[in-house]
């Protein structure tokens, strides 16, 4: 087979063409994909069963950004304020109103100031309620709100005097709520500040009005002194505005640096968590093996290129054809051992079976002296080595890559076949993209379920949820892994991540990811696309790879089926992004 176009080239389709390179991935990777090594990371989970598990004592819950936006963020804080805000205010209003007979006013005045606080309380009560759920937290509620308790407030201000420094009070208010998202409102809010403390002092200055404060002096003041007043006053509600607003950007400018350099710190951790794989398989390969120069079947083996806790992978030639093929052998202190030699079986099965251009072609298995599996040489790289070099890839190739995969998936999951082990490292790249690796597949109805003997199998950040539950899978919990590919070539990191292996499991089972397009700028659709194909339960997904991948592409141009929509949406409402 011709080399591609990249001097990279997988260890199962190295040959002795002048300047190939033995890259760190292999298109038909030696390492049983469970066996967990000191430089496997993340780690995958081995059949026999979970890592650190026996070490454990409790659950540590996985830390780290919530994944919301810094919008998301400010707005989460404003709700609370606001419900917290409101309480001050009833407690502020039964002190005033507890201490009202004492302080003299007019009757009339302090019937008012009575009645204004006592149906401010009673209205707020409703709004408090009512803000529990974030999603009734509303433009319109809020300037209701807050035109209500500006107009207590100055109902208070005349009670208590107009020119005393009763009007600090809406000082605090006006800057409390001028913090809000809606800038519409806080101008809006400032403006009726403004206009109430303007009309209760032209009154009095006018003289329309006797200034029935009880704080109020008796020494007569000039009207300008009183004007310079009232413009102090109003200047100081202008400034609480301006000030408010200003904090608001700072805040939000400094949310949004740190969620850029977590985004940063994640990518940066899922690239050098496949640096660290492919380097260990890159230390394993290379020089002459225990067969080297032997024939095995009708191969003729040559160099190893990958070695692993199952096997060992041979450059060989078809001594029938003299084509090039690469050959996986079982270790041989392995061969004793009755699950094993059936595992490595299992793998033949389930390759050899599968006629499709994106999965990886068997071209002979033997079961015997030794057990072999003879497979097509690739020549081009993995994803994980291509995300290396790029880091994240664009909407369409991403597009390109759930098409192709998914139709290969497509092919398994009709012959009963669950791959189990869907990752950057087992989707190799050479003119199209391939499925590699059916180690840990499982075959339907064939009898080997007992190889698993309970345990989990998979790579922990891109296994589905019923597969982290040790629950009966099918070709959805494929399609799942592979939109969690997808979410890892779109965004730069891992869809979940934890302080060790159970904290991540149950992140895997119980949370959503960070919503995709903080990190990417795509459609909404996308976003929803997401909440569908990462949804953890296998009836809410969608059921196959040519589902998925026209929806991709659906989304891509914000074209998503409407009933698809609805669903997505119906999802985060029950369990949101991060």
Known sequence: MAGGDDDTVSPATVGDRPGARVPAASAASPDEPGEPTQADAPPTIHESGLPALASESRLVLPTGPTGTTAIDAMRNEEVDRTR??????????????????VLQAPPAMTLAFVAALGLGIAISIGFYRAFADPRRYTERALLFLAVMSLVNAHVAVLYFGTFTVAPLIVVIGVHFVARTEAQRAARWILATAVGL?????????????????VFASDRRISAEAQLAGAAFVIGTYTLAYVAARTFRTASLRAIE??????????????????????????????GPGRYTEQTIGRFRLGVVLGRGAMGEVYDAIDTATGAPAAVKLLRKDLLADHTHVAR?????????????????????????????????RLYGHT??????????????????????????????????????????????????????????????GDGTSTLTQGGLVGTPSYMAPEQAQSHRVDGRADLYALAAVAY????????????????LLYAVVHRMPPRPGETADVPGDVDRWFALALA???????????ELARAFDAALIGALDPKLRRQAEALLRKLPWG
Not at 85 to 97: C, H, K, N, T, V
Not at 201 to 206: D, F, G, P, V
Not at 389 to 412: F, H, N, S, Y
Request: hydrophobic residues 45%; aromatic residues 6%; neutral net charge.
């Open 383 to 444: 994803l994980a080595e291509l995300l290396r070099k790029e880091a994240r890839l664009a909407p369409p190739a991403i597009g390109d890559l759930l098409r192709q995969v998914g139709e290969g998936l497509d092919t398994a999951s009709a012959r009963g076949i669950i791959h189990r082990d869907i990752k950057p490292q087992n989707l190799f790249h050479d003119r199209v993209w391939k499925v590699l690796d059916f180690g840990v597949a499982t075959l339907a």
């Open 84 to 101: 917290t805000f409101i309480r001050l205010g009833w407690l502020i209003s039964l002190i005033a109103m507890a201490g009202a007979p």
């Open 488 to 503: 890892r070539c779109l965004t730069g990191r891992h869809p979940f991540s934890g302080t060790d292996t159970p904290a």
């Open 536 to 546: 953890k339960l296998p009836g809410d997904r969608l059921a196959t790879g040519d």
């Open 257 to 286: 640096g740190l969620a850029r350099a977590t985004r940063l710190a994640s990518q940066r951790e899922a690239l050098m968590d496949e640096l660290r794989i492919d380097l260990e398989r890159a230390l394993r390969a290379g």
């Open 344 to 376: 490595f079986v299992r793998e033949a099965r389930a390759s050899a079976a599968l006629d499709s251009p994106y999965v990886v072609k068997v071209i002979e298995a033997g079961d015997r002296d030794p057990p072999y599996l003879a497979m097509e």
């Open 197 to 213: 403390y303007a009309l209760c002092a032209l009154a009095i200055i006018s003289g329309a009005l006797p200034d029935p404060g």
